[in-house]
């Protein structure tokens, strides 16, 4: 039988019709799974913050920051005060900006430099290269810092072997233990940290660009300064800041190649507390640290997000 004589009853039951009710009957079911589902999710970030961040970070910090503000009848601002007012903490603080500022700036140059040879001018073995400053990042500082001892120390091998090959004296490498060393251990373990960022801003650079200021008669250095740089420039700012915030935060190498003459404002810090058992002040001095790194996360992750929204 030809379908045009289907019965009436049996087409309407074929072709079902939704109408305004269950329409809303299904918005309404959607709207309470997302309200679980939202819900789901804040007791989720609830039970981390009470049970994870809270006795491992929250309540660390905020007894710190209360300590910091401790004094003999209650609330005080003696420890800024004593931090301050120590006539050796002007020396301290110049000393960890100018390390932090020398270390940093060598570490960005030679990190956004090496990027660039390994993206542009790719060579045999890069790829195992950038592999393996993918995994240099994953080691301890401190084992950078004995490793160059065991290398360029006044008994490392290298410093043997020309004292043995020019038949001198005495070792000729002596720079390790002091600011010299500490400067060039931080170069070596920082410089990996730009050259991921500065790999992946370089990744999204349109090459029709290059080629095409190329084409124009545009030689090697205007091409770099004037098309590639201001197109990559937040990729490698984000690693630049990235950088001067690790360096910052080093402790590793400063109390394994930092000599006696050479405090920073962690090695402080550390010896305000273990040694001094100045538990205020070195508070004190942990929370303006902390004010100090807080101040460079938030403008890599401002020029981050700059990054990751074009």
């Known amino acids: 039988m030809s379908s045009l004589f289907v019965p009436e009853s049996i087409a309407r039951d074929d072709r079902h019709v939704v109408t305004d009710a269950e329409l809303d009957a299904q918005f309404a079911a959607h709207a309470q799974a997302a309200k679980r589902r939202e819900r789901a999710a804040n007791w989720h970030l609830l039970f981390i913050l009470v049970v994870v961040l809270g006795p491992l970070v929250v309540y660390p910090l905020a007894r710190m920051v209360l300590l910091s503000f401790s004094g003999p009848h209650g609330l005080s601002v003696h420890a800024y005060a004593a931090f301050f007012g120590n006539p050796e903490t002007r020396g301290v603080i110049g000393t960890t900006l100018g390390i932090l500022f020398a270390s ?21 073995g890069a790829k195992l290269l950038t592999r393996f400053l993918e995994l240099f990042v994953a ?4 084992l950078v810092a004995f490793t160059l001892i065991f290398l360029y120390g006044s008994q490392g091998s290298v410093s043997i072997g020309l004292q043995r090959l020019f038949s001198l004296d005495s070792p000729p490498m002596d720079f390790l233990f002091g600011i010299g060393g500490v400067i060039l251990a931080e170069v070596v373990f920082y410089a990996p940290f730009v050259v991921r960022p500065t790999l992946a801003s370089y990744a999204t650079l349109d090459m029709r660009l290059i080629e095409a200021a190329r084409s124009l008669g545009a030689n090697g250095w205007m091409v770099a300064f004037k098309v590639i740089l201001p197109l990559a420039w937040p990729g490698i700012a984000a690693g630049t800041i990235l950088c001067f915030l690790l360096t910052l935060n080093e402790f590793g190498i400063l109390l394994v190649l930092g000599s006696a003459h050479l405090i920073t404002l962690p090695i402080a810090i550390y010896s305000a507390a273990t040694v001094d058992l100045d538990l205020p002040t070195a508070a004190a001095g942990s929370v303006v640290m902390l004010l100090m790194s807080l101040s460079l996360y938030a403008l890599y992750r401002r020029v981050n997000r700059k990054t990751g929204s074009r």
């Open 104 to 124: 940093a700036s060598l570490a960005s140059v030679l990190g956004v430099a090496l990027a660039s040879l390994l993206f542009f001018r790719p060579f045999a």
């Open 139 to 142: 080691f301890p500082s401190f």
